[in-house]
């Protein structure tokens, strides 16, 4: 089977489910290879030739490609080794607890992403967005406290009515005791009824104080980046800097010298000047400015991440 899922049961009666993809198997290790061999090839190729390349090149132009040249291998490292591929679903009605777990293309390096009770269940829900893009069904857990946890694993789709799927959610609602779900809803529009749980007014007087006394959730905290993710963002900060700084010297003579030489992959090289066409001149002018704000923008938050060790929660 290319693209499905394998369960397993332990001597201690724990369902472990193993999600895999063989389409990502593939392409995973295929792109990593050529990554490695992208950047060998080519200083292979300029060292075999007879007429040097770099001594036509200015300064930034030499470091940007050998950035470019350290960000091939090290896009392919983080794809064989620090993308979690192998997904797995770990149950255990013993210790009454279920986790997700993710491992690399070698097997190593395994994550737990998440933790959660199985003793509480209280239904199984397939969910789709209608106006999601892509619509993908995703199963839900809801507990009795009306906490949720997503079971569904992002190597392997869910579609409903399909005999992959349908094991999939036999196995999980026998060995979680629970009804197989039939129907497929909408989280925007059908909202789960939040059991009633009367509070008395003791209770309610001896948590007002507490609940005063908290204090407000902080929106400043993002995501921690791990070292070799951090090591990823400064080169590829890096890269876009000098990316963009060169581009940059390009544009600032213009400004005074009234002459911008674009290029492009398509339709090669083009000098505008601002005494034939003003209004080509500025708007080229203006594109490749917004261009060095936003590319730059991206490279600070590359370079901050890799310097903090996070990315900045969105705030509201």
Not at 78 to 86: A, D, Q, S
Not at 295 to 316: D, N, P, Y
Request: charged share 20%; hydrophobic share 45%; glycine share 8%.
């Amino acid at each position: 089977m290319l693209i499905g899922h394998r369960f397993e049961r332990t001597p201690r009666g724990d369902l472990h489910i193993h999600s895999h993809n063989g389409v990502m198997n593939i392409v995973a290790p295929l792109m990593g290879v050529i990554a490695f061999a992208a950047p060998v090839a080519f200083v292979a190729i300029a060292v075999a030739s007879d007429s040097s390349p770099s001594a036509s090149l200015d300064a930034l132009t030499l470091l940007l490609i050998v950035l470019g040249l350290l960000l091939f291998p090290a896009l392919g490292l983080v794809i064989m080794v620090y993308t979690g591929m192998r997904d797995t679903l770990l149950l255990s009605r013993l210790d009454g607890e279920g986790k997700r777990r993710t491992r690399n293309f070698f097997g190593r390096r395994e994550r737990i992403h998440d933790v959660f009770r199985i003793d509480k269940a209280k239904r199984l829900e397939l969910r789709r967005r209608q106006d999601a893009k892509p619509a993908r069904t995703q199963l839900w857990l809801v507990m009795r406290d009306g906490s949720e946890h997503r079971l569904t694993t992002d190597n392997v789709p869910v579609i409903p009515g399909s005999e992959r799927t349908d094991r999939w959610l036999r196995e999980l609602a026998e060995y979680l005791q629970l009804d197989v779900p039939t129907t497929t809803i909408d989280p925007t529009t059908v909202k789960a009824p939040t059991p009633y749980k009367p509070v008395s007014s003791r209770a309610a007087k001896a948590a007002a104080p507490s609940q005063a006394e908290a204090p407000a959730p902080s929106h400043g905290k993002g995501t921690t980046v791990s070292t070799p993710a951090r090591a990823f963002c400064a080169l590829l900060g890096a890269f876009l800097a000098v990316f963009e700084l060169s581009h940059l010297t390009t544009l600032m003579p213009a400004l005074f010298t009234g002459r911008l030489r674009v290029s492009g992959f398509r339709t090669g090289a083009h000098s505008f000047y601002w005494s034939e066409q003003p209004l080509v001149f500025s708007f080229n002018l203006l594109v490749g400015y917004a261009e060095v704000l936003i590319i730059g923008a991206i490279a600070w938050g590359c370079l901050r991440a890799a310097v903090t060790g996070r990315f900045k929660a969105a705030s509201g």
